[in-house]
């Protein structure tokens, strides 16, 4: 590893003043992917600035019903919170399908929105990778993808965003909060991740030097009959190969409300508003719901080892919306 | 004028099983290294020192963590509470006699993490925190009871290569048990205190 300089910071204006706007210096929350990536060298920050301590630990409710959730708040205390697992119950879920009982416990929100791909090439200093070193090329497409992206990738790169996590915040229309030396500023979740395109190494769009400082819920009364379900190679503390957040309303058998939102199949959270539309207003029953789940995934490029997600994502979104849809007449 | 050359190395207080010890580290240093090389605390186990198998785990403020990926410097103003710290005087913690007793380990390896963790799942489960397979998340469904299926799941962040995991599941449901029955206990004592005082 790298010798860095650290420090901790004990307010967000002062972890701003530490950073300085330097590139070369980095916040430090939980460390659980950060200070992985610093050990193998695919991250090697000259300095850390500690936020772990920064006074934004809560979780509020708002006027309009929705929820503040602090950027510093453990993934453990989000998963726990009676807030959120009464009104957002898939996002409790959502997080306690993450990691381990241990990381959760150090992880935080903010650090989890910018934990970097679990692709193993990313990850493998030795090889060559757009995400990691800008036009080196990217291995995956030709090599190892069985767990890569099948929406929104490009020719140069092909890694998925690996939170569970994020998967929720987008199905509920999280709304992301930070500060900056030149004040303040939000991004809806759907803007916060950039495109691929030619810029896989530009992951978000955060003005540079900015400190992630909350995520606000709005008020979803949809979201109370919501849920989370992951598929993974083992029956736990693995990434997702497939993952869906879903949230129904219905009404006399139809539609009302519904969110929907996909992991492991792109670089980012993916939010399935094509399927959304063309579920609201019509019947809830599983032809339905294939039917949307094809529409979404119409959009689809798989890659030779990785067609499956197409069929398992699809198969997700039936089980979840068939199980919220039996809930929801009970 | 020359910028100040950056300082690489803290000197920082480590509260370790109640202990002050204050050291100088390199920032490189994990809390892990430092409870071995530095502290001579080497019941905590270097594993895979990348936050998957759960060796290195203790506890920090009361919450599991895994070592490996604290770095030392930020483990300053915490209570770190390592597998040395378990046991009052001869008297050892529950878990670590449910351990012994129901053969909870074959090599012995990951058995300091498996402990550590499990000291944490038990309070994590009484303070009524859902898993990823209590069923129903909901506050109103009330804390899901501790079935084997809840303790594999809490405890998948630990591995044990020998396989001992039928074992390590028991001694969790037994030291488990142990707690709430004393639970009961003191609420019990607490009641009849209550009483005693209205009477």
Partial sequence: MKEFGYERAADVSG??????????????????????????????????????????????????????????????????????????????????????????????????LLQRTRCGYFADVAAPCNKRVPGSGCPAIEGEHHNHA???????????????????????????????????????????????GDTPHRETALPPGALITGVTLPAAPVAANSRYRKVRERASYAFAIGSVAAALDVRDGVVHEVRLAFGAVASRPWRAHTAEQALTGGPADAGAFAAAADAELAAARPLPHNAYKVTLTRNLVVAVLSELAEEATR | MAPTPLSTHSAVTLNVNGEKHTLTVDHRTTLLDALRERLDLTGTKKGCDQGQCG??????????????????????????????????????????QAFLDLDGYQCGYCTPGQICSAVAVIEEHAAGWPSAVTDDVRPEAGPPPLTAEEIRERMSGNLCRCGAYVSIVQAVERAAGIRAQAARTAEGAQTAKGRGAAA
């Avoid at chain 1, 009104?87 to 929100?109: D, F, I, K």
């Avoid at chain 1, 939170?163 to 030149?182: Q, R």
């Fill in chain 1, 15 to 112: 972890a701003l003043a530490l950073l300085d706007g330097d590139p070369d210096a980095r916040f430090l929350g939980g460390g659980t992917n950060l200070v992985d990536l610093m050990k193998t060298g695919v991250e090697r920050p000259g300095r850390l600035v500690d936020v772990r301590e920064l006074p934004l630990d809560r979780i509020e409710a708002t006027e309009d019903g929705g929820l503040r959730i602090g950027a510093t708040v453990t993934n453990s205390d989000l998963a726990a919170h009676p807030d959120v697992r009464r009104s957002y119950p898939a996002l409790s879920q959502a997080v306690l399908a993450g990691a381990s009982g241990q990381l959760r416990n150090v992880a935080t929100v903010g650090g989890n």
């Fill in chain 1, 150 to 196: 099948i929406l929104g990738a490009s020719d140069h790169c092909v890694a998925t965003h690996p939170s569970d996590l994020g998967v929720a915040l987008t199905a509920f229309g999280a709304v992301v909060s930070y500060e900056t030396p030149d004040g303040p500023g939000r991004l809806p979740f759907t803007e916060f991740y950039l495109p691929v």
């Fill in chain 2, 55 to 96: 060796a290195c785990t203790v506890l920090l403020d009361d919450r599991r963590a895994v070592a490996c990926l604290q770095l030392a410097v930020a483990a300053e103003g915490r209570e770190i509470v390592t597998v040395e710290g378990l046991a009052e005087g001869e008297q050892l913690h529950p878990v670590q």
